[in-house]
Protein backbone atom coordinates (compact mmCIF):
# COMPACT_ATOMS: atom_id res chain seq x y z
CA UNK A 1 0.00 0.00 0.00
CA UNK A 2 1.13 3.47 -0.78
CA UNK A 3 1.17 6.56 1.94
CA UNK A 4 0.55 10.28 1.58
CA UNK A 5 1.43 12.48 4.39
CA UNK A 6 -0.19 15.36 4.36
CA UNK A 7 2.18 18.43 5.53
CA UNK A 8 0.47 21.29 3.96
CA UNK A 9 -1.02 23.19 6.77
CA UNK A 10 0.28 26.83 8.10
CA UNK A 11 0.38 25.64 11.80
CA UNK A 12 -0.67 28.90 13.19
CA UNK A 13 -1.59 27.42 16.52
CA UNK A 14 1.92 26.51 17.28
CA UNK A 15 2.98 29.77 16.00
CA UNK A 16 6.31 28.24 15.36
CA UNK A 17 7.22 28.47 11.54
CA UNK A 18 6.41 25.05 9.25
CA UNK A 19 5.16 22.81 11.52
CA UNK A 20 6.55 19.85 9.84
CA UNK A 21 9.90 20.98 10.09
CA UNK A 22 10.20 21.75 14.03
CA UNK A 23 12.39 19.97 15.19
CA UNK A 24 11.99 17.13 17.80
CA UNK A 25 15.33 16.30 19.74
CA UNK A 26 17.10 17.00 16.69
CA UNK A 27 15.08 15.50 13.90
CA UNK A 28 12.06 17.35 11.99
CA UNK A 29 8.34 16.26 13.48
CA UNK A 30 7.73 14.81 9.88
CA UNK A 31 10.67 12.44 10.15
CA UNK A 32 9.03 11.12 12.57
CA UNK A 33 6.05 10.14 10.26
CA UNK A 34 8.01 9.40 7.49
CA UNK A 35 10.07 6.88 9.38
CA UNK A 36 7.30 4.70 10.92
CA UNK A 37 6.14 4.38 7.37
CA UNK A 38 9.71 3.40 5.61
CA UNK A 39 9.68 0.87 8.63
CA UNK A 40 6.77 -0.40 8.05
CA UNK A 41 6.36 -4.10 6.28
CA UNK A 42 2.85 -3.48 4.53
CA UNK A 43 3.86 0.50 3.31
CA UNK A 44 5.40 0.25 -0.04
CA UNK A 45 5.80 4.31 -1.67
CA UNK A 46 5.96 7.64 0.69
CA UNK A 47 4.50 10.49 -0.58
CA UNK A 48 4.55 13.69 0.65
CA UNK A 49 2.28 16.51 0.07
CA UNK A 50 3.62 19.82 0.58
CA UNK A 51 2.07 23.23 -0.17
CA UNK A 52 2.99 27.07 -0.51
CA UNK A 53 2.99 27.61 3.39
CA UNK A 54 5.43 24.40 3.78
CA UNK A 55 8.79 25.45 1.42
CA UNK A 56 10.81 24.26 3.56
CA UNK A 57 9.14 20.79 4.60
CA UNK A 58 10.02 20.14 0.83
CA UNK A 59 13.76 20.89 1.15
CA UNK A 60 13.54 18.51 4.72
CA UNK A 61 11.96 15.79 2.80
CA UNK A 62 14.73 15.88 -0.15
CA UNK A 63 17.60 16.40 2.01
CA UNK A 64 16.64 13.61 4.35
CA UNK A 65 15.62 10.59 2.13
CA UNK A 66 17.61 11.16 -0.98
CA UNK A 67 14.53 10.93 -3.40
CA UNK A 68 13.01 7.40 -1.76
CA UNK A 69 10.38 9.69 -0.58
CA UNK A 70 8.92 11.64 -3.44
CA UNK A 71 7.68 15.24 -2.98
CA UNK A 72 4.00 16.73 -4.60
CA UNK A 73 3.29 20.40 -4.69
CA UNK A 74 -0.45 20.84 -3.84
CA UNK A 75 -2.12 24.31 -3.80
CA UNK A 76 -2.35 24.39 -0.23
CA UNK A 77 -5.87 25.66 -0.60
CA UNK A 78 -7.84 22.84 1.72
CA UNK A 79 -7.02 19.52 2.86
CA UNK A 80 -9.54 17.56 0.87
CA UNK A 81 -8.78 19.01 -2.19
CA UNK A 82 -5.06 18.79 -1.61
CA UNK A 83 -5.70 14.90 -0.64
CA UNK A 84 -7.34 14.23 -4.04
CA UNK A 85 -4.74 15.96 -6.56
CA UNK A 86 -1.96 14.48 -3.97
CA UNK A 87 -3.74 11.00 -5.27
CA UNK A 88 -4.27 11.75 -8.61
CA UNK A 89 -0.35 13.05 -9.32
CA UNK A 90 0.91 10.14 -7.49
CA UNK A 91 -1.27 7.88 -9.74
CA UNK A 92 -2.82 5.55 -7.21
CA UNK A 93 -5.40 3.61 -7.91
CA UNK A 94 -5.42 0.96 -4.87
CA UNK A 95 -6.20 1.39 -1.47
CA UNK A 96 -3.80 4.38 -0.05
CA UNK A 97 -2.94 5.40 3.74
CA UNK A 98 -3.47 9.06 4.19
CA UNK A 99 -1.67 10.14 7.14
CA UNK A 100 -0.87 13.92 9.07
CA UNK A 101 2.60 14.79 9.16
CA UNK A 102 2.32 15.90 13.00
CA UNK A 103 1.81 12.60 14.69
CA UNK A 104 5.48 12.39 15.74
CA UNK A 105 4.48 8.81 18.33
CA UNK A 106 3.23 6.63 16.00
CA UNK A 107 4.62 3.42 14.96
CA UNK A 108 5.66 1.32 12.37
CA UNK A 109 3.57 -1.68 14.16
CA UNK A 110 0.63 0.58 14.30
CA UNK A 111 0.80 1.68 10.67
CA UNK A 112 0.98 -2.80 9.60
CA UNK A 113 -1.90 -3.14 12.10
CA UNK A 114 -4.57 -0.33 10.58
CA UNK A 115 -3.74 -1.60 7.59
CA UNK A 116 -4.10 -5.04 8.52
CA UNK A 117 -7.72 -4.10 9.91
CA UNK A 118 -8.73 -2.01 6.59
CA UNK A 119 -7.77 -5.34 4.81
CA UNK A 120 -10.25 -7.37 7.07
CA UNK A 121 -13.17 -4.75 7.12
CA UNK A 122 -14.81 -5.16 3.77
CA UNK A 123 -15.72 -1.21 3.34
CA UNK A 124 -14.01 0.54 0.47
CA UNK A 125 -12.51 3.12 3.34
CA UNK A 126 -11.15 3.60 6.99
CA UNK A 127 -10.80 6.14 9.22
CA UNK A 128 -8.68 5.73 12.62
CA UNK A 129 -10.22 7.23 16.03
CA UNK A 130 -9.44 6.99 19.35
CA UNK A 131 -12.54 7.47 22.25
CA UNK A 132 -12.34 10.89 23.75
CA UNK A 133 -11.45 9.54 27.09
CA UNK A 134 -7.81 8.86 25.74
CA UNK A 135 -7.49 12.53 24.54
CA UNK A 136 -8.69 13.47 28.57
CA UNK A 137 -5.93 11.61 29.82
CA UNK A 138 -3.52 13.33 27.31
CA UNK A 139 -4.98 16.79 28.73
CA UNK A 140 -5.78 16.98 24.87
CA UNK A 141 -8.37 19.23 23.37
CA UNK A 142 -10.01 17.83 20.18
CA UNK A 143 -11.23 20.09 17.62
CA UNK A 144 -13.89 17.32 16.10
CA UNK A 145 -15.60 14.64 18.18
CA UNK A 146 -18.42 12.14 16.58
CA UNK A 147 -21.11 10.35 18.84
CA UNK A 148 -21.18 6.38 17.30
CA UNK A 149 -23.25 4.51 19.26
CA UNK A 150 -23.19 7.06 22.37
CA UNK A 151 -19.42 6.88 22.42
CA UNK A 152 -17.64 9.97 21.79
CA UNK A 153 -14.68 9.63 19.59
CA UNK A 154 -11.95 11.53 17.92
CA UNK A 155 -10.67 11.21 14.05
CA UNK A 156 -6.94 11.12 14.41
CA UNK A 157 -6.03 12.23 10.90
CA UNK A 158 -5.30 8.23 9.77
CA UNK A 159 -7.35 6.93 7.06
CA UNK A 160 -7.45 4.68 4.52
CA UNK A 161 -8.97 5.29 1.09
CA UNK A 162 -10.15 3.93 -2.04
CA UNK A 163 -7.54 5.56 -4.68
CA UNK A 164 -9.33 5.06 -7.72
CA UNK A 165 -12.66 6.62 -6.20
CA UNK A 166 -10.85 9.54 -4.60
CA UNK A 167 -13.58 12.15 -6.02
CA UNK A 168 -16.31 10.11 -4.06
CA UNK A 169 -18.02 9.67 -0.81
CA UNK A 170 -16.96 6.29 0.52
CA UNK A 171 -18.19 4.33 2.82
CA UNK A 172 -15.70 3.93 5.87
CA UNK A 173 -15.05 1.72 8.77
CA UNK A 174 -14.75 3.74 12.15
CA UNK A 175 -11.45 1.77 13.62
CA UNK A 176 -11.44 2.79 17.58
CA UNK A 177 -8.01 2.56 19.34
CA UNK A 178 -7.25 3.13 22.64
CA UNK A 179 -3.08 3.82 21.82
CA UNK A 180 -1.88 7.21 22.96
CA UNK A 181 -0.03 7.56 19.70
CA UNK A 182 -2.69 7.95 17.68
CA UNK A 183 -4.26 10.66 20.07
CA UNK A 184 -1.19 13.19 20.03
CA UNK A 185 -0.86 15.54 17.11
CA UNK A 186 1.01 18.55 17.76
CA UNK A 187 -0.89 21.45 17.52
CA UNK A 188 -0.04 23.97 20.05
CA UNK A 189 3.25 24.69 22.63
CA UNK A 190 1.35 21.74 24.83
CA UNK A 191 1.05 19.66 22.86
CA UNK A 192 4.74 19.90 22.03
CA UNK A 193 5.84 19.66 25.52
CA UNK A 194 3.58 16.73 26.31
CA UNK A 195 4.85 14.69 23.04
CA UNK A 196 9.25 15.54 24.30
CA UNK A 197 8.16 13.83 27.83
CA UNK A 198 6.66 10.52 26.18
CA UNK A 199 9.05 10.47 24.07
CA UNK A 200 11.69 10.58 26.93
Not at 147 to 158: A, D, Q
Request: proline fraction near 6%.
Amino acid sequence: MDAIVMAGGLGKRLGMGEKPCIEIFGKPLISYVVDALDESKKIDRIFVAVSPATPNTESVILNYYNGRVKVIRTTGENYVGDMVYAVESAGIVDPVLVIMSDLPLIRPDQIDSVISEYEKCGKPALSVHVPISVCKNLGVRPDTVFNRNGNLIVPTGVNILDGKNIHQEQEDFNLVLEDTEFALNINTVEDLKQCKELLT
